[in-house]
């Protein structure tokens, strides 16, 4: 697996301490994105949670998710959350060591009590000592909340300073942007009240090993079944919901998001709906699969024109905490589905993400350059090989691809590229298109080398 290493520097650790009448939870950053440029430790808030056990414990989800590793769970990791500011609220994100879950809180305007929220993308440092220190905090005391830097610690940093180094698999940009790709796709399935929500995710079956369960609706609440039905959700994995305990009492709704299901697993997405907040996470089709080589984003990656389409895009991006992919198209003059097709090609350098509550993408900035997905993606890396090698002949709507010693025909359909390979029988394009297939619309659109095609 291909890693870089990523120096993260904090001026101080973050901590939980005493302050005047209440106290202080002061989340330290690390170098990060903003309306101005790059800055080296970015302030993004400076007041008071509404709801500080709520929040204190959506926060320590989001950092067990970051620590966990739910398939082959014998090497944990951690990467420091991701915080960004969006003028009215605070996401707070993160992916876990196996790729497979992301958790998100969303801390809305509601939730926040003090100045403006930032605009911006940086690390938080959620440390060990931290973690513990919110896991005792008890009773609902007044908690001050301070997303970057001290005013004065800005002005002597050549003091010590805190540094970590994270290695950042390729895998997990891919799983940001799989993840948004998939949740776009998503559309609510059920809700269920606070103390429905609550008994149903405590009746549910935990331990390795459990195949896919689907819940479909009874009565009130949901039920969870072995074979899928019309109207299911895939539940891929519920041990992976674990992360959910921690804010479990303070429910008030569960919301449940997933595509239409033909009976094979899905991805899905579980929402708790909390006083001032929203905890989601997102589950990948597998706990033994991570979102990285779910293949959704490969199809904008392999078209130039999406590449030009998302250059234009990127500049009407202002840390909206909303992007309307209609709007964006009136203000670039581009069509509804280049702009979509841009977003994705967007997201896969960490630049967009998505907000199932608000049905809209939303900007962010992770701290990868943007071709770092495209050169690192197998399949597509393969794609571009066979396209500029001529190994793809044209014949109307079949195409031949000389892959090695085989031949593979690819056939279009209702613009679906199907292929007699081993991944399409498979997976039947439930994870995104075969190298054979890419290679074939590569061709077809004249952007790489067709050779003999």
């Known amino acids: ?3 870089s290493v990523q120096a993260l520097a904090y001026v101080r650790p973050s901590v939980l301490e005493p302050s ?13 994105l903003t309306p101005t440029g790059a800055e080296a430790h970015p302030r993004f808030f400076s007041g008071f949670l509404t709801s500080p056990q709520v929040a204190a414990r959506g926060l320590l989800a989001v950092a067990d998710v970051a620590a966990a590793r739910y398939h082959q769970r014998i090497r944990p990791g951690s990467l420091d959350p991701v915080v960004t500011g969006n003028g009215d609220r605070l996401r707070f994100e993160s992916f876990s060591g196996c790729g497979g879950v992301y958790a998100r809180l969303d801390v809305l305007s509601e939730g926040l009590d003090g100045a403006g929220t ?3 993308t940086t690390n938080v440092d959620v440390n060990n000592p931290l973690r513990e220190a919110l896991s005792r905090m008890t009773g609902d005391d007044p908690l001050h909340l301070r997303v970057g830097p001290e005013e004065v610690a800005v002005t002597t940093l050549a003091g010590r300073v805190v540094e970590r180094k994270a290695a950042l698999p390729e895998r997990w940009l891919r799983g940001f942007a799989e993840a948004q790709v998939a949740s776009a796709g998503f559309d609510l399935r059920a809700e269920l009240a606070g103390p429905e929500a609550i008994r149903f995710l405590r009746s549910l079956p935990r331990g390795r090993g ?3 369960l689907w819940v479909v609706p009874a009565g009130r609440t949901l039920r969870p079944t072995t074979r899928s039905a019309a109207g299911a959700v895939c539940l891929p994995g519920p041990d992976r919901l674990a992360a959910l305990e921690r804010v479990l009492r303070y429910a008030t709704a569960l919301r449940v998001y997933g595509p239409a299901t ?3 697993a899905t991805a899905s997405a579980w929402e708790l709906v909390l006083p001032g907040m ?3 996470l997102t589950l990948s089709p597998d706990a033994s699969r991570g979102f990285s080589g779910e293949g959704g984003v490969l199809e904008a990656l392999a078209t130039e024109e999406a590449a030009g389409d998302a250059e234009l895009v990127s500049v009407l991006l202002s840390w909206e905490p909303r992007v309307d992919p209609a709007e964006l198209a009136a203000r670039s003059g581009l069509p509804v589905a280049r702009v979509r097709a841009a977003l994705t090609r967007l997201g896969t350098a960490g630049r967009v993400g998505y907000d199932l509550a608000d049905a809209a993408y939303f900007h962010r900035e992770l701290p990868y350059d943007a071709d770092r997905a495209e050169r690192h993606n197998p399949r597509l890396v393969a794609a571009r090989a066979l396209a500029a090698e001529g190994a793809v002949l044209l014949d109307g709507a079949l195409a031949t691809v000389a892959s090695g010693e085989r031949r593979y025909r690819v056939r279009e359909s209702g613009g679906v590229l199907s292929c007699t390979c081993q991944w399409w029988a498979d997976h039947r394009g439930r994870r995104g298109p075969c190298k054979h297939a890419l290679a074939v619309r590569m061709v077809r659109r004249g952007e790489p080398s067709t050779g003999g095609a």
């Open 1 to 3: 697996m291909t890693r």
């Open 20 to 32: 005047g009448a209440g106290r202080l939870l002061g989340l330290e950053t690390s170098g990060g």
């Open 118 to 120: 930032g605009h911006g």
């Open 210 to 212: 459990l195949g896919p």
């Open 262 to 264: 033909d009976g094979a």
């Open 278 to 280: 929203r905890l989601t």
